[in-house]
């Protein structure tokens, strides 16, 4: 199971990559980052992406059904009362944000504890595959260890 710096490497082997970054929706701190980033500051693009993250991920209307809030945490009563459900998947699969030149493709991570945390890929437009790396992403995704 790769790490952060194996997943973001991983990440530049898509076609058309430009740069990866693992990033915190609460705090808008990159984890990780490699490439080059819009602007050229891969920590003011961390913070960017971070605010449309956080903002998607607490709407309801972009959530499924039964998911409780971002982090997707619901009480269930059991015979003692209220018990906290077990960790849940991310609110939103995946955004994708498209201008001229590029793609913005930004999957949440699915962990076993409370966290908040997204792959950031940006991809030429003239070279990428958009589907391909929602698929890689989505693979990277849920064998990316935290810890």
Avoid: K
Wanted: hydrophobic share 45%; aromatic share 6%; net charge negative.
């Amino acid at each position: 199971m790769p790490g952060i710096d194996e997943c973001l490497l991983e990440a530049m082997r898509l076609p058309g990559a430009r740069g990866a970054a693992l990033v915190d929706w609460t705090s808008g701190l990159a984890l990780g980052a490699v490439g080059e980033f819009p602007g050229g500051d891969h920590e003011a693009a961390a913070a960017e992406a971070a605010e449309v993250a956080r903002l998607t991920a607490e709407q309801r209307a972009f959530t499924p059904d039964g998911h409780d809030g971002p982090f997707g945490h619901e009480d269930r009563e059991g015979a003692a009362g209220a018990v906290p459900a077990a960790p849940a998947d991310p609110p939103v699969e995946d955004l994708i944000i498209s201008n001229r030149d590029s793609y913005h493709v930004l999957r949440f991570v699915p962990t076993s504890f409370d966290s908040s945390v997204f792959l950031h890929v940006w991809l030429a437009r003239s070279d990428g595959n958009l589907a391909l790396a929602r698929i890689r992403l989505g693979e990277m995704a849920e064998r990316l260890v935290l810890g």
